[in-house]
């Protein structure tokens, strides 16, 4: 039992080699490991939670957009997939993807999780069946609708060009407490408003007795017969990841949470680990998404307001999902069109503009995750699917219709073949009547899951619906690689409520 609070270690106080021993070792602060490292501190058992980033504190946070994403995230945030070439980001840092974030919270549709059940053989694993699970993480996070007061135009314009095509939308259901409208989520939140997981569950677990271990890179789980020892690997330096010391943690259960793509390189640098089924790093899946820039008679400041305040549901049937959108503008200027003068034009269109996005659900769009010979960075393949290419394009026609029926001038698609500035609605028909290929789309995919999915069949999939690996009897899964589909909304809430529930199964095991 724990009877202490525990302590939080970062880089400069490693000073050897060092062992530890406890209950379960959580590899990953990320809202899943962060979730089951509270709750099994709350449940009494002594806990270790490794992350391989350093903690950040609001001091340190740079708004400078490119430079906050070198420091928060992997491969300087140009990770990018092979084949069809697209970014994506994920965070190194206490708290992993929950502290640059835009801290939207959806629970995934009933019809989505039905489907899970049905195709992938589970049998608990229904909305009714998660909402207990989503209530408490809920509750904890204070998650609730974004409120008006900090909501600003950009994302009530967004509201009004839906209501006027009478597509349904909402404020986004968001884990923060006192949001003054910064729009600083994407640079890490300098209010601390946003329940991020370095100001929210892991001070919980520390307060349960948690050891957390910050600037630790976990290279390999070892294993004996059909159980798992612990894990082992080197203290790294933040930003560099220059290793130095080494270290090792023997736990009676092990808990990867070390995100969708971390989790599988894990595995296979182990041995091949788990991966009875052939599944491991199969079947990757992203949220790829577009995004068009409207351009409003008057000005809109966009820097006021949630960074993703409204969305629409509307069309999550079709296969999309709309939300607004903002980011410092110098990673706006990335997707902007022209050089020179006509570059510097568009720059100064920014006060007057939004930017709006969606995201698709494209389970045919696959690619997998493999371990590069040296190193843990993974070697990431994905094609976009022709049959989700025409999602995009309705996905990106109707975010066009919306911005004209709110009142924009002109908006920027960003599409290749595609004129750079529409004019009208009528203008914008192209979007809808232009064939358009997957070279043609500039996308982004921050949402990835199923590199270790679930399912009943030991055969077909690397875990259990409870997160615990087929192959063996303590080691579990707990990140949005288990998720068997994508889940057509934002993933933090989903798998934060499994990561709940697996929590609850382990700590009755151990």
């Not at 050897?16 to 209950?23: G, I, K, L, N």
């Not at 229904?126 to 989503?134: E, G, K, N, R, V």
């Not at 270290?247 to 091949?272: D, E, H, W, Y």
């Not at 709110?406 to 595609?418: D, E, K, L, N």
Request: one cysteine or more; hydrophobic letters at 40%; aromatic letters at 6%.
């Amino acid at each position: 039992m724990t009877d202490a609070a525990g302590d939080l270690r970062v880089y400069a106080e490693y000073d050897r080699d060092f062992s530890e021993e406890v209950d379960a070792v959580i590899v990953g602060s990320g809202p899943c490991g962060a979730v089951v490292a509270k709750e099994l501190t709350d449940a009494g058992k002594r806990v270790v939670l490794l992350e391989e980033g350093p903690p950040f504190t609001p001091s340190e946070y740079e708004l400078d957009g490119a430079l906050s994403m070198a420091r928060t995230m992997r491969e300087g945030g140009l990770r990018a997939t092979r084949g069809t070439v697209m970014p994506t980001m994920q965070a190194i840092a206490l708290g992993g993807g929950s502290l640059v974030n835009s801290a939207i919270c959806n629970r995934a549709p009933d019809f989505v999780l039905d489907r899970w059940c049905t195709d992938f053989e589970l049998e608990h694993t229904t909305l009714s069946d998660l909402d207990p699970h989503y209530d408490a993480v809920g509750e904890f996070l204070g998650i609730a609708p974004t409120p008006e007061n900090v909501q600003g135009e950009r994302n009530l314009s967004f509201k009004r060009g839906c209501d006027a095509l009478g597509y349904s939308s909402e404020p986004c259901l968001r884990n923060v407490r006192g949001c003054r409208g910064s729009g600083e989520c994407f640079t890490g939140c300098r209010m601390r408003a946003k329940q991020s997981m370095d100001i929210s569950y892991i001070p919980a677990a520390l307060r349960g007795g948690a050891r957390v271990l910050t600037s630790v890179r976990v290279e390999e789980v070892r294993a004996d017969g059909h159980r798992v020892l612990g894990v082992s690997g080197r203290v790294v330096a933040p930003f560099t990841g220059r290793p130095s010391h080494r270290f090792r943690v023997n736990a009676r259960a092990v808990v990867l949470a070390a995100g969708c793509m971390a989790t599988p390189v894990i595995l296979q640098k182990s041995g091949n680990l788990a991966n009875r089924s052939g599944q491991v790093g199969e079947n990757l899946q992203f949220h790829p998404g577009v995004a068009i820039m409207g351009v409003f008679p008057d000005p809109v400041h966009p820097e006021f307001g949630a960074t993703q305040g409204y969305q629409s549901r509307h069309f999550l049937r079709d296969g999309f999902k709309l939300e607004t959108l903002w980011a410092p503008p110098a990673v706006l200027a990335v997707r902007m069109p022209g050089s020179g003068d006509a570059f510097k034009r568009r720059l100064a269109q920014i006060p007057c503009a939004a930017i709006w996005d969606a995201i698709a659900s494209c389970p045919r769009s696959l690619g997998r995750v493999r371990a590069r010979r040296r190193g843990l960075d993974p070697n990431l393949t994905w094609h976009l699917h022709r049959d989700d290419v025409l999602i995009l394009a309705q996905a990106l026609w109707t975010l066009a219709e919306i911005f004209f029926a709110a009142g924009a001038r002109s908006i920027i698609p960003g599409v290749h073949g595609i004129p750079d500035e529409l004019h009208s609605r009528s203008e914008a028909e192209i979007l809808r009547t232009h064939s358009l290929k997957a070279s043609d789309i500039l996308t982004g995919g921050n949402h990835a899951f199923c590199t270790t999915r679930m399912h009943g069949d030991p055969s077909r999939g690397v875990v259990d619906e409870n997160g615990k690996c087929h192959d063996y009897e303590n080691l579990w899964i707990a990140d949005t690689g288990i998720f068997p589909r994508c889940p057509s909304v934002n993933p933090m809430w989903t798998g934060m409520a499994l990561a709940h529930r697996l929590a609850q199964t382990l700590a009755e095991r151990l």
